[in-house]
């Protein structure tokens, strides 16, 4: 073979070589997916895991942890790598009966977790080969609710059966006295009183059942506060009257707010008729209103016995009363202030309590005034609507001691008071 013959026959050779070459490289690429760009589904899983807002942990046979989500640390049944031993035993019951089961995992201590959930409540399922998962949840919003509606009902219970017992009892005493006219009609009269003060607790049930949920009024229409205040002093008028108590208020001012107007009544006078009933014979109240940045304003200013700091917090709630035999000789529910604080809520605004044991009490009613938050700003006037209400330096309203101080016509400092504020439902 001659050398030219040689050459072609390399050549053919490598040619060869090369196409067998690709074809296999093709041939392999093909047998071999590639990866896809992104997470991968384990990857997914984690994040799924991590996420939820459950805590989530993952046993093996002997109860050690295996997998598990910052959830779980926060809820308290994952301490250092290792499950509550409730959540273990519940997990080695589900391993042997096949069967979901239901294990309550709350804090045993409650001190110890600070203001961490209360109640916590979780389902351990078989996962197979010696698996289980707890999956726990953060139940103390309806434990809390749950523990409040049976006290409303108690409540309830005890404040409609003090008045239908009465009556009874008063209705025997008419019977038994009955060839007696000046004793009939002294226990009719008080027949009379807690007939009206049981249709007063009826209605307010009704009124506080309308407003429990604290959620804003869907129609709102505009509000002459002048209007709100005159109103509510002709329903306290004749109280304060009888107490001998004189009602001062200040000059019409105009401001217009946006909400319900016999809702706002209903609680202006509410603020009033508790003024009247916690003041002395011929102790004087007073009314003002002004606008404080976004909000109009309306104190309630009375010089009677005050409010201990430890019941501050507390007058807004359900029957409670600070003086409950004072309360109940005025014909008082205990749910007036509770009223009041909903439809604040309800109007997106709040009430205030500025109080001192001795000297009196404030309560100022802030709701949001016309237009506030629908128009923007002037250039110029961003700062005076932003700016708070006037506060001094321990963060009590100046308005509504300025008023204080001059209904009782004499400077009063700082020292003994609290101011508490409330915007909605707790």
């Not at 007696?180 to 027949?191: A, G, L």
């Not at 008082?332 to 009430?351: F, Q, S, Y």
């Not at 044991?357 to 110029?380: C, V, Y």
């Amino acid at each position: 073979m001659t050398a030219l013959g040689y050459t072609a026959l390399i050549i053919g050779v490598l040619a060869i070589g090369v196409a067998a070459g690709f074809l296999a490289a093709r041939a392999t690429s093909h047998r071999t997916p590639r990866r896809p760009a992104g997470p991968t589904v384990a990857d997914l899983l984690q994040r799924l895991v991590h996420a939820t807002n459950n805590g989530i942990v993952v046993l093996n046979r002997f109860g050690d942890v295996v997998l598990h989500n910052p959830r779980a640390d926060e809820l308290g049944f994952v301490r250092d790598n290792q499950a509550d031993v409730r959540a273990r035993t519940a997990a080695g019951q589900a391993l042997e009966s096949g069967e979901p089961v239901a294990v309550d995992l709350s804090p045993v201590n409650r001190s110890l977790r600070g203001r961490g959930p209360a109640a916590v409540h979780g389902e351990v399922r078989p996962l197979g080969d010696g698996f289980t998962v707890i999956d726990a949840g953060d139940e103390s919003d309806a434990v809390r609710l749950e523990a409040t509606r049976r006290d409303f009902v108690a409540n309830v219970s005890h404040e409609l059966k003090t008045p239908v017992g009465a009556l009874a009892l008063l209705a025997e005493a008419v019977l038994d006295a009955a060839d007696d006219p000046e004793e009939v009609r002294r226990f009719s009269t008080k027949i009379l009183h807690e007939s009206t003060r049981l249709g007063t607790l009826v209605s307010e049930l009704i009124a506080l059942s309308r407003l429990q949920g604290a959620e804003r009024l869907p129609e709102l229409t505009t509000v002459e506060v002048d209007a709100v205040i005159e109103e509510a002093l002709g329903r306290s008028r004749v109280a304060a009257e009888s107490a001998g108590i004189e009602i001062a208020v200040d000059e019409p001012t105009g401001l217009l707010l946006d909400g319900d107007s016999t809702l706002l009544v209903t609680a202006l006078s509410n603020l009033i008729d508790n003024a009247v009933s916690y003041s002395p014979h011929g102790s004087p109240v007073s009314i003002s209103r002004r606008m404080a940045g976004e909000f109009v304003e309306i104190a309630v200013t009375d010089r009677g016995i005050g409010i201990e700091p430890q019941h501050q917090q507390r007058v807004f709630e359900r029957f409670f009363r600070v003086d409950p035999a004072r309360s109940r000789a005025t014909g008082g529910t205990g749910l007036g202030l509770a009223i009041v604080k909903h439809v604040a809520a309800n109007h997106g605004g709040e009430v205030k309590l500025w109080s001192r044991p001795g000297t009196g009490s404030t309560f100022t009613l802030r709701i949001p005034r016309h237009g506030a938050g629908q128009e923007e700003a002037e250039p110029g006037a961003a700062g005076e609507q932003e700016q708070p209400a006037d506060e001094d330096e321990q963060g009590h309203d100046r308005h509504a001691t300025a008023d204080r101080d001059r209904g009782a016509g004499r400077a009063v400092t700082d020292s003994g008071s609290t101011t508490v504020e409330t915007g909605g439902v707790r």
